[in-house]
């Protein structure tokens, strides 16, 4: 999906995008190299494994039987496993699988093949039963393998997508502020493969701060897919009611091809729902997004205990660098302590690093940092760059005032600004404040749009779970030493 809180409609009469062109075989090819991609790996780990078992252990290099005694193991492991994936949907060709997404989706995938191939090779195994040995590192190495097999493809796939290959056409319907949000992501990402031909909008909204054309209106769909050949329609139109945007994904089944919806994220949250009835009558249930019980209790001893972790390692570090700031600025003091909001609103005071002059907001008063700000010392601007200035925040977190993953906390005097202007601002003070967060892995730091990182923060509000934070903890790392806001 483009976005993160974009809601794809799901119809059985949709198909994938249309391939044309250059693109037209790309698909098979594709899948064919993850299936045997997938197949190798496997095969490779259950090898290596094996290997590892009998040049680790001397009894077992005397009494084992040669590796393929286990070749019927392995041929109902490869079976087991390319049926497992099909049926998990990992053939069918996305154009955004996040790396860690597909790890997750690999190792579970892999873990229910194993499951299942060891109970039917029971049956096969004639009296050679595999080592568990053999069995723990075959699962954990083909996940591994798998995983970067994959991740290699996609690669190559995101590379040609670039020149172009494999192109999808996309008509966005609303030319507002939503629609352009949809645009700028899609010409942010030309691996997607993505290109947009047009938007769609009512006769009576303004003129769109765009170069491209308005092609029609809404009720003109079905035409202008087409004629214009579109692969992928996304809804950005606030005010389509009920009925309206079920009109549309009507005639986007009709025509087969993709529909996702972008809501306006203030007015219908994409809170997790999930099916429910009373009496027979379908219902929806939305999931309640606050923390508690034994959320709040595992989220907090996560917290704790990685804190206290990265404390304990990162200590040389935090010593040198509170040596350097000394050094580099003598007229000040190591640390600095800034009042921001967290949980409930509630005050607290932020450590970090000092990177800035003493007297950075005297003449100012509270102003957010800016490229090339000259208010920043050398060693503040490097520390800054890497984010080497928060981890004194580590404390906050294990005292409790903080969360290593959460909405970034702000000062009050901006929490008051952005609450006037934005809807439901206030709501991502229902979790603690966070040293990262859904929106600064996606980039939305520094100088960038309130509006959308409230969008995001809110998302993770109403979507956390462990796994999430994992997640945005793994992202965290990577976008230390890439993330072009940092300053």
Known sequence: MLTQDAVEIADPTTRAPRDRGRGRLLHPAYVAGLLASDLLATAI???????????????????????????GSLLVLLVVLAITFALSRLYIPRRDPSLLDTLGAVAQAVTIANVVALAVGAFWSRGVDLPRFVLVWSWGLSILLIWLGRSGLHAVLAQLRRRGWDEARVLIV???????????????????????????????????????PVLGTPSELSRLVREQGIDEVLVALPSLSHQQIVELVGQCARERVNVKVFPDFFQIMTSEATASELGGLPLLRIRDVALRGWNRALKRAVDVALSVALLVLAAPLLMLLALLVKLSSPGGPVFYAQERLGLDGRPFQLVKFRSMRVDAEAGTGPVMARPDDTRTTPLGAFMRRLSLDELPQLVNVLVGEMSLVGPRPERPHFVQQFARAIPRYADRHQEKAGMTGWAQVNGLRGQTSIEERTRYDLFYVEHWSLLFDLKILLKTLGTVFRDRNAY
């Open 174 to 212: 609303g030319a507002g502020d939503a629609g352009q949000i949809l645009r700028a992501k899609i010409d942010a990402a030309p691996a997607l493969g993505y290109r947009v031909v047009g938007f769609l909008d009512e006769p009576s909204a303004a003129a769109p701060a765009s170069d491209l």
């Open 45 to 71: 780990a259950f090898a290596a494994a094996y290997a590892l078992l009998v040049r680790t252990n001397e009894r077992a290099a005397l009494t084992q039987p040669p590796l393929v005694a286990y070749s």
